[in-house]
């Protein structure tokens, strides 16, 4: 592991909000270093449509806008460190950031990691793990498939609607409504492609015996035992915080280091059930102003 130079800001995190962050502290000449473990754009990937961000009237697909993002960043000089963050500490006064690859070190950090994908709520055997899923890019480049579907919020009536386009598309909903925007259930009702099942409760997982690579699903139905059988499967059941790097010291101190504005939180990963691109933007662009604002006192 290699021993970084020092940072005046970390942003761990390229999602939405870490993009507009780096963004304006490159146009404050204050370059952050920016790092993200997989590819940046955060959720937009999984989006189909984005239609409540500013400036786009007809929406724009997620990757559209993730592209986009980064064209920007490029433009004031931005870069992008792939790397995880497995550790966010303190040594004396720095903050220190361990990856895999480095040691970095910093005066301000922001995190702005984002959400991963809630658990499999049942056992996945071994043998159907390379069919199962909690985000939907892994199944966009699918032709002629059947992919079952879990899950009743926006997120999973946005998948389906997406999937649809090429595949067909059983929605499982433990609950008899579904919690989605009343647009997106409208638009699904509407798609032949797409099936909607109700108080259907996903109860055991296997490799389906009528073909290789398929799987079987056994569903509760009203008290009833049902079973059917797809290509794939798809969770959308909820997201959780990412931020299992933060040591102990830090979620100690947490209050302090916040109040005293460096450290610094930004987008889903604060936001709870509030997950939204254009949300996460605004988090990200006061984040940065605060900081340059925290850093100019330290001169």
């Known amino acids: 592991m290699s021993e970084s130079q020092k940072s005046r800001v970390i942003i761990i995190g390229a999602g939405p909000a870490g993009i507009a962050a780096a963004i304006q502290l490159c146009r404050c000449d204050c370059p952050p270093l920016l790092l993200e473990k997989e590819r940046p754009g955060g959720l937009l990937w999984n989006a189909n449509l984005v ?4 400036g786009f009237p007809d929406g724009i697909p997620g990757p559209d806008l993730v592209r986009r993002c980064a064209m920007q960043l490029a433009r004031v000089g931005g870069e992008i460190i792939s790397d ?19 040691r970095y070190r910093a005066d301000l950090v922001l995190v702005a990691s984002g959400t991963r994908a809630k658990p499999f709520p049942i056992p996945v055997p071994q043998a159907a793990r ?17 992919i079952a579907l879990v899950g009743g919020g926006d997120a999973a009536f946005d998948y389906a609607l997406n999937l649809s386009r090429n595949n067909r598309v059983s929605i499982l909903n433990r609950n008899a409504d579904s919690s989605c925007l009343p647009l997106l259930r409208t638009r699904a009702a509407g798609i032949r492609a797409i099936r909607y099942v109700p108080n259907c409760s996903l109860a055991k997982i296997t490799p389906a015996l009528s073909a290789a690579g398929r799987l079987q699903f056994e569903c509760v139905r009203e008290g009833e035992r049902d079973y059917l059988e797809a290509d794939a499967l798809l969770f959308a059941i909820g997201r959780e915080p990412q931020n299992d790097f933060i040591s102990d010291r830090i979620r100690a101190n947490q ?13 889903d990963v604060v936001r709870g059930r509030y997950r939204q691109a254009a949300i996460a933007v605004g988090d990200g662009l006061l984040a940065a102003m605060r900081i340059v604002a925290r850093l100019e006192d330290i001169k």
Do not use: S
């Open 130 to 146: 390379g069919l199962v899923f909690d985000e939907i890019f892994p199944l966009l480049d699918l032709r002629g498939k059947h």
């Open 84 to 102: 995880e963050a497995l550790l966010l500490d303190q040594e004396g006064r720095d903050f220190l950031v361990e990856t895999a690859r480095a």
């Open 51 to 54: 239609e409540n961000y500013p």
């Open 255 to 267: 209050k302090t280091l916040t109040g005293t504005g460096r450290l610094l939180f930004a987008g």
